[in-house]
């Protein structure tokens, strides 16, 4: 896993929304990154953004290059955004010595970089328990294939903090709230921002959600105990004890070429059986496929999917 470094918005001041000046259209994402917002309804859109190399390189006879090009000399320059047209700004010496860098990144009001994921959110977030642990996926768009520039998650408390993991795939991240006690009532939601880049478009995806809203078990291990009779267990993933954290289970009896995902041909099939129960034991009349999922009891959140044995 390459680890995302996250700023944790515990600086509330300081915080991205804070960084934006309300006179400007720029603002500093993190080191060495800036954003600047443009409005492409206006007939001409262009932003001067001023870029310094260092408090270091003062005296030095400074050289700007965007993309290779020289664009300016002296410590500190000013350079024209125009459109969507960002860049990567270096700064060097006068024997062409790297000396630092700038990201321009430009974010529209368009998003075109991450697709929804079945016309709901841009971003999935699931956890298996209640550990404070919770994982978060996204899908580039067909056209667009994009990169992760940073991950902030955060509650809106001082104590607040949540580290973040990038997965190899680009494609999710793994987090932790170290600070969350599963034994107790949420009172403030996980913030979490992702800011995603293509070329050097940027664009910012969003999810406000309790541990309860997003907790899904994960599958249910069946046994078969005797002819037709089956029994199971809470995940070993699931918080415990059972009796602080019990799950409901929904039973699905099906005819043998039925599939456990069907639903709406199930539901007029005479045949099917669907039941809700809190037993970990169901008997089975044969020649039925037996499926079962299960779901926190005391919230209305995301159903396990379906175990099945035929």
């Given at each position: 896993?390459?680890?995302?470094l ?12 804070g960084?934006k ?19 492409l ?19 030095k ?7 290779g ?23 060097h ?9 700038t ?22 977030c ?16 067909r056209s ?18 949540i ?7 680009r ?9 969350h006690?599963?034994?107790?009532e ?35 291990k ?9 029994e ?17 289970f ?13 639903e ?5 099939n ?10 970990c ?12 999922r ?17």
């Amino acid at each position: 896993m390459n680890l995302v470094l996250v700023s944790l918005y515990l600086l509330t001041l300081h915080s991205v929304k804070g960084n934006k000046q309300q006179t400007q259209n720029y603002w500093v994402l993190k080191p060495n990154v800036i954003v600047v917002d443009v409005n492409l309804a206006q007939a001409v859109s262009k932003v001067d953004v001023p870029l310094r190399c260092g408090d270091a390189y003062g005296d030095k006879d400074i050289i700007w290059k965007n993309n290779g090009t020289q664009v300016g000399r002296g410590n500190q320059i000013v350079v024209t955004v125009e459109e969507m047209l960002g860049g990567n700004y270096t700064c060097h010496g006068h024997a062409g010595s790297f000396l630092n860098h700038t990201l321009v990144l430009v974010q529209g009001t368009e998003r075109r970089i991450l697709e929804k994921s079945h016309d709901t959110d841009y971003i999935q977030c699931s956890s298996r328990n209640y550990s404070g642990a919770f994982q978060c996926s996204w899908k580039w768009s067909r056209s667009r294939n994009g990169n992760v520039v940073l991950v902030r998650a955060a509650r809106s408390s001082v104590t607040s903090n949540i580290t973040c993991s990038l997965d190899k795939s680009r494609l999710s991240i793994t987090c932790q709230d170290h600070t969350h006690c599963p034994y107790s009532e949420e009172t403030e939601r996980i913030n979490l921002t992702v800011y995603v880049k293509n070329k050097y478009r940027v664009e910012e995806y969003s999810r406000r959600f309790y541990i309860t809203e997003i907790v899904k078990p994960d599958k249910i291990k069946i046994t078969k105990a005797d002819k037709g009779t089956f029994e199971w267990g809470y995940p070993e993933t699931w918080s415990s004890p059972n009796s602080y954290f019990p799950l409901t289970f929904q039973v699905k009896v099906i005819p043998r070429k039925k599939n456990c995902e069907c639903e709406s041909g199930c539901q007029r099939n005479k045949r099917v059986e669907l039941h809700t129960t809190q037993s970990c034991r169901w008997t089975v009349r044969e020649g039925f496929v037996f499926c079962i999922r299960a779901q926190d009891a005391l919230c209305n959140s995301t159903w396990s999917d379906w175990s099945q044995y035929k």
